[in-house]
């Protein structure tokens, strides 16, 4: 609870200003842009030894996850990425060639995503530390928020939950999943799960005063994955989100059609009375307490 | 110079984009915004036994550095700054108290320029890694980019050189000198001097396509500084800029009168033809080759 509780903090005394629509506590900032879009803005720190070590990725995979975090950051608020910038820490033993391959796994990626490279810094550090910056954009009736699921709301996922540990270089940001659901559908919270299931609806639920019943029958779990891994693990980059049962099954009709959006989305679970806490259910309705911590980077 | 001809190779990948006014290769990323202003925006990184010891500097002075060489990014491009995102990578031995000390430093650079803190990402690591990312705004007529200085222009600094090594946590940035520089003047190019003057000057010659003489005598050392620390030391954050004799002539004059804007500012030499190449000249007029390098980081 140590971060979040750190977080907290920092975030009630961050100084509240007209033109942020939302500050610390989201997946981006949200700021005033013109009438029709706002600016996301969002930045993730990728540290060695911590989030990948040397020994299990090329450099060109660290550069490409180092971006494509960011990209899921932007995902989670219906938004879509423009802009970013790089800094860097480069130990003695990374060399020029292999900061050439970090910079392939970034403009390969950017270029996938129409993402345009305009800033960064670059240092000397004791190990690799790669903080990428994101700009990007939202049109307003898109935007998601953590802070607006409702009692009674149903609980998805965008697909089944992937093993972080093994495909947290290699995973594909869910922009397009995210912007066919702002598109035509209101959805009322959204996060990429970045820590796991449980912190990452645990941070929906305090931000929007609500509780929580996760099914764990439902979880759609990728082989070998255990449901403990699923709640507490993370860096699978899903999204997770919620939306009324009225959108719901709007939505599911319509995937129903022939020739709509070719994706599965999964109900896991529903929004609850704050009183009521957050859980899950496992079999024979066995309620047990989610927890808030996930693979804490700090 | 391999840090140039890295930033050169990686400048010349990224892709050019309508909505970029200037991107890799100046103090800021100047972005559109709308018909008045554009964004600007920065980030720069701060590493532990890199950037500052542990021993020297209190971990306020270390969140408030984070935040003003951003500052003075902004200030270089003409523009104001407005919000920041701080990722940190926190190791074993910096606990929640010495952190909630870096924020303390933040917060309180942060309100004496009206900026809001919107973001981050906090972190394990092996050291202290700071990067704070920045957004400011600038009038589209005051922009200022190192590319524009020309063959006859005079080169100036706001104000004596401190020696960066006692200086570079208590700097002020000059963000007040440039808003009254470029709410007045035509500033035809602008820097900040975070590496020498020598690399830093040379940086404007780059990108605009000229030469330079600076004058050894000329430069305003602050005591006990060396002519040599003041091209090659850097982290001094006096602004660097260049504008042609006649509006030279303009701005000393206006400073001359009483009521006026309090501020020295001097004038350290002259760009020339690019053929010319950048040098300095030394009592009794001997010409000697400004060299790229400075206290490099990488």
Known sequence: MKEIKFIENIRARAAAEKDVIAGIGDDAAVLKHDSKQHLLWAADMLVEDVHF???????????????????????????VPKYITVSIGV?????????????????????????CLVGGDTNRSGKLVIDVSIIGSVEKKRLVLRSAAKEGDIILVTGPIPDGRKTHFDFTPRLKEARFLTGKYKI?????ISDGIAP??????????????ISEEA?????????????????NFELLFTMSPKEARRLFLDL????????????????????????????????????MEGYRHI
């Open 91 to 115: 130990p003695p033993y990374v060399k020029i060639r292999n900061l050439n391959n970090i910079y392939d796994g970034i403009f390969k990626i950017c270029k996938a995503y129409g993402i």
């Open 188 to 192: 009322s919270s959204m996060i990429d």
């Open 200 to 213: 990452d609806i645990g941070r929906i639920c305090c931000q929007s005063g609500v509780g929580c019943v």
């Open 219 to 235: 979880v759609p779990l990728s082989e070998g994955l255990s449901i403990k891994d699923a709640f507490y693990y993370g860096e």
């Open 53 to 79: 070590s040397l020994k299990d990725a090329s450099f060109n995979k660290i550069g490409r996850k180092a971006v494509a975090v960011n990209i899921s950051d932007i995902a989670a608020m219906g938004g």
């Open 256 to 291: 129903s059609k022939k020739n709509s959006f070719k994706k599965v989305f999964f109900v896991i679970g529903e929004i609850t009375n704050k009183n009521k806490g957050m859980y899950s259910r496992g079999k024979e309705g066995v309620l047990k307490k989610l927890k």
